[in-house]
């Protein structure tokens, strides 16, 4: 008789290797077959609603990683709040308009756009738009997540554009939208206007200049001939200076140097001296700021006035403490000049170029005229400084090119009207991390109007007519008319027809008593488009609901999608469009850099999910600390692909030793158990609370840490090491057996349904090998409860304790084996020596000790202080570690003297020997 073959060894067909990037895309395949989504949502179709809103990535190019760490977090808290009482429905989203796209056409697709009309071009950008959205898609879905991948929301899909039209109608009505000119952030790169939201900065190198301003009219503060000094950075902005800006309570100084006399603060009087290398200078008097007002002085280039103006924005921190103000180049400018009554002027063009205002420099890009403005100021006698600055500058964030501030007729959004209502909608969202809610808070309390007008062709057009004498016309029966038109024909139709056939049949103004009307041609900016979701998807569709539970986006949107969703939704109902937003930081390389092709340091989300798996991939999303910016390289995945093996090996393991259980008729009861196994299910429970409360708080991390650590030190290196011996070895209904099985069932289903979220390739897999189940998915079952366990704070206490100090055997086990005292832990004897409060726990334990050490024989011989002088003094005992006495039985291999007392089995200990005989022998 082979006695191997008397074992009862694990059987299971769930296969040791995952093979996940081959076997996923097959359980996908069936998650479509048999409707996954849909299953979901009507097995969770009575439950309140837990609405997470998808903030829409821009349908342009593959996913990144950070497209990955985004979409996996929303489907870890989507999947884990449909198994926990709610209906969570996940809708997925695209921002489909903006320049990128009419980029890619131009520039990678050879696209004519100035051989065609703006409606062809546009349907050329629509059709891209959906390509992108297509592959995107499949590449989401490939991650595992679910969602209604079939009907997503799209903002170029006629209904949504619909209700955009609502929404900018409705701000329309409550005056919060009008046009103005005012100096922006303009792209000349992009020849458009851009949002706050649009501007990144990188750093640049500038021009820095000090500039000597003749005074003309001193007003009897100021004498003749002195000069006020300027400094900027900009010397294409001079042609446009109509005058100077000083601080109304600081100090100036009238400063001799040679034959000159320069103005400027007093407190800056030292570092300029230094900058200007002035040997020999002295202040011959000072005055204050508030003197200085209305003093005239003449333009260094130009036969005109430069005046001295007020203005509390004006610093000490650099500079001259006089700054150079030119209305059409800069927001504080144009504000100081409105109240002093001054014209805008900006002599640079949509391109970036000079116009003929700037005489002498006309047709001159607005970089390349800082050199012939430098010497062209140093021919007059007025440039007193030239050097070069780095400097941070804004650029546009699609373009990467510097911007500048422009001013232009644009249309906007004001705030003013409703700012305290968007602060006490920011103090009554619940923000994760905290932080959240300060960065918003700020920004909305400083933020100014928001510029919603693009000069570009695809995107929304701005619904606003103008009559015979320009007056724009923004009504409700204009609104409710293009929204109509929209709904129906989708926007591209305002560039399809006239002002006239866009109107409501028969519809009169008064400013066009002929009845002629124009039309905007504008669109808004792309920001307004996604900012409109919460009416353009929450309450548009049925199966979600204003305002969302969530908004779960990349910590730049609270410049972005946060703020745009924020004041519309704020402007439009009064509230927030959500009850709570989390953030997440950016995905970098191993090194903490920022990922670049030109560095060759970019993780492909494609690429790992063929060469390892999507839920590797998850599983690295659960491991990160999320909420700050997160490392992925190739030694780190390899690292989360040995968790995920062993926590794989523990399910493979768990079925192949419940093989022969069934629940139902095996399963015994909580009292029928003993102690270590009532433990291990005290640490289930522990586990359960422990991973459904990181859900709650949104904390992945700890739940991957939980669960490997479950899997590694509760089961691998405790209870299923030491249940071997009896899952192995005694006969199938013996009843310590079924009790590890018993507990070991509950560990699996519980197991697998935590894990689910996760890892839902894995845990379908893992269900589809549990015969005892009926669901057809894990997805389908809600997360476990923790059990209501007798004593389970006492049985906790006693065994943690009993783990301390099997933890002390472990180690002098290993000793023993480093010094070649014993080979494997069987081979050992082991003598302890306890000090009081060890003795006391060793003998309240009834369970086979030397099982649970995992030795031939065990026994307390004495006390701590009366250990022999070779014993190992470790905390609570003293050890002695001894080879066992006596033979290797072939099939348990324990060693005893007691092999061979049973001459039909000569090479078996007794208890391997009865069990052979009762259950193996055949007549």
């Known amino acids: 008789m082979e006695y191997k073959d008397t074992l009862l060894m694990p059987k299971t067909d769930f296969p040791m290797r995952g093979n996940l990037p081959n076997r996923e895309p097959q359980l996908q395949e069936k998650w479509e077959e048999m409707k996954i989504y849909q299953k979901v949502q009507e097995h969770t179709k009575n439950r309140p609603l837990f609405v997470l809103h998808d903030g829409p990535p821009y349908a342009n190019g593959d996913i990144h990683m950070g497209h990955a760490l985004n979409k996996v977090l929303k489907d870890f808290i989507v999947r884990y709040k449909s198994m926990s009482g709610f209906c969570a429905p996940y809708v997925p989203g695209w921002d489909t308009h903006g320049l990128p796209i009419e980029t890619a056409l131009t520039k990678n697709k050879k696209v004519k756009r100035k051989e065609m009309s703006v409606a062809e071009f546009r349907k050329l950008c629509e059709e891209y738009a959906w390509e992108q959205i297509k592959n995107q898609r499949e590449q989401f879905k490939r991650l595992g997540v679910r969602g209604d991948w079939e009907n997503p929301y799209v903002t170029l899909k006629p209904e949504y554009e619909a209700q955009q039209i609502k929404v900018f109608g409705e701000m329309a009505k409550k005056g919060y939208i009008y046009k103005g000119l005012k100096p922006v952030y303009w792209s000349p790169s992009s020849e458009s206007a851009l949002a706050e939201a649009e501007i990144e900065y990188d750093d640049k190198r500038s021009p820095s200049i000090y500039v000597a301003f003749p005074v003309k009219d001193g007003k009897n503060v100021l004498t003749n001939g002195e000069k006020i000094v300027i400094w900027t950075t900009t010397p294409w902005t001079i042609p446009a200076n109509l005058g100077i800006c000083v601080h109304p309570e600081l100090e100036y100084s009238v400063v001799d140097v040679n034959d000159d006399k320069f103005v400027l603060a007093s407190d800056l009087v030292e570092s300029v001296a230094k900058t200007m290398e002035w040997d020999q200078y002295k202040v011959s008097r000072t005055l204050k700021g508030s003197q200085l007002e209305n003093v005239v002085a003449k333009h260094p280039i130009y036969d005109r006035d430069s005046l001295v103006m007020l203005g509390e924005h004006v610093t000490t921190e650099a500079g001259t403490g006089c700054v150079h103000t030119a209305p059409g180049h800069g927001e504080d400018d144009f504000i100081i000049g409105q109240k002093y009554g001054l014209d805008v002027l900006c002599p640079v063009d949509e391109k970036g170029y000079m116009t003929k205002e700037a005489e002498g420099f006309e047709g001159l890009f607005y970089d390349e005229a800082n050199k012939p403005i430098s010497e ?444 070649k005292v014993i080979g494997k832990s069987l081979t050992a004897r082991i003598a302890l020596y306890p000090n009081k409060e060890a003795r006391e726990l060793l003998e309240s334990v009834s369970e086979d000790l030397k099982q649970i050490f995992i030795v031939s024989g065990f026994e307390i011989s004495g006390d701590f202080d009366t250990a022999p002088q070779d014993a190992q003094t470790l905390e609570t005992v003293k050890i002695v570690v001894t080879q066992a006495e006596g033979e290797t039985c072939d099939r348990c291999w324990i060693v005893t003297p007691e092999v061979g007392q049973d001459k039909d089995h000569p090479t078996l200990c007794p208890r391997c020997a009865s069990i052979v005989k009762e259950h193996y022998t055949t007549a």
């Open 376 to 819: 062209k100021l140093q021919e007059v006698g007025a440039l007193l400084k030239l050097s070069f600055i780095t400097h941070s500058y804004p650029h546009d964030w699609r373009t990467k090119k510097p911007t500048i501030f422009r001013a232009t007729a644009q249309w906007f959004a004001s705030i003013k009207d409703f700012r305290e209502d968007l602060l006490t909608a920011v103090k009554e969202t619940k923000w994760v991390p905290a932080w959240g809610e300060t960065r918003l808070y700020n920004m909305v309390r400083d933020r100014g109007d928001w510029c919603i007008s693009r000069q570009r062709a695809w995107g929304v057009p701005i619904p606003v007519f103008y009559s015979e004498n320009g007056e724009p016309i923004i009504t409700d029966e204009t609104i409710d008319h293009v929204s109509a038109l929209f709904r129906e024909h989708g926007s591209n139709i305002w560039f399809e027809r006239d002002a006239k056939s866009l109107l409501p049949d028969g519809f009169t103004h008064e400013g066009s008593p002929n009845g002629n009307f124009t039309k905007e041609n504008d669109i808004m900016d792309v920001w307004f488009d996604s900012g409109s979701s919460h009416q353009a998807v929450l309450l548009e569709r049925d199966d979600l609901q204003r305002p969302a539970d969530l908004y779960l986006e990349g910590s730049d949107q609270y410049r972005g999608w946060f703020n745009s969703s924020l004041s519309t939704a704020v402007a439009v109902t009064g509230k927030a469009p959500y009850k709570g937003v989390l953030s997440h930081g950016f995905a970098l390389d191993g090194q903490g850099r920022k990922m670049s092709k030109s560095i060759g340091n970019v993780v492909i989300p494609a690429k790992v999910m063929n060469q390892l798996g999507g839920d590797i991939l998850r599983l690295w999303v659960a491991s990160v600390d999320y909420q700050a910016d997160v490392r992925v390289s190739d030694p780190i995945l390899k690292q989360v692909a040995e968790v995920y093996r062993k926590i794989r090996n523990t399910f493979r393991f768990l079925l192949g030793t419940l093989s022969d259980f069934n629940p139902e008729r095996d399963t015994l009861s909580f009292d029928e158990l003993r102690e270590v196994d009532q433990y291990m299910l005290v640490k289930l429970n522990k586990l359960t609370d422990r991973v459904k409360n990181a859900y709650e708080d949104y904390e992945f991390a700890g739940i991957y840490h939980a669960v490997h650590n479950f899997c590694t030190i509760e089961l691998s290196s405790f209870y299923l090491d030491f249940a071997k011996d009896v899952l192995y070895i005694e006969s199938a209904d013996h009843k310590e057996r079924r009790a590890i099985q018993s507990v070991l069932y509950d560990t699996l289903l519980s197991l697998v349904k935590l894990v689910t979220p996760i890892l839902p390739h894995t845990a379908d897999e893992v269900w589809a090998h549990i015969e005892s189940v009926k669901e057809e998915s894990v997805q389908l079952i809600d997360m476990p409860e923790s059990k209501v366990l007798p004593n389970a704070d006492q049985l906790e206490k006693k065994w943690d304790a009993f783990m301390s100090l099997r933890d002390e055997v472990l180690k002098a086990l290993e000793v023993a084996r480093n010094t």
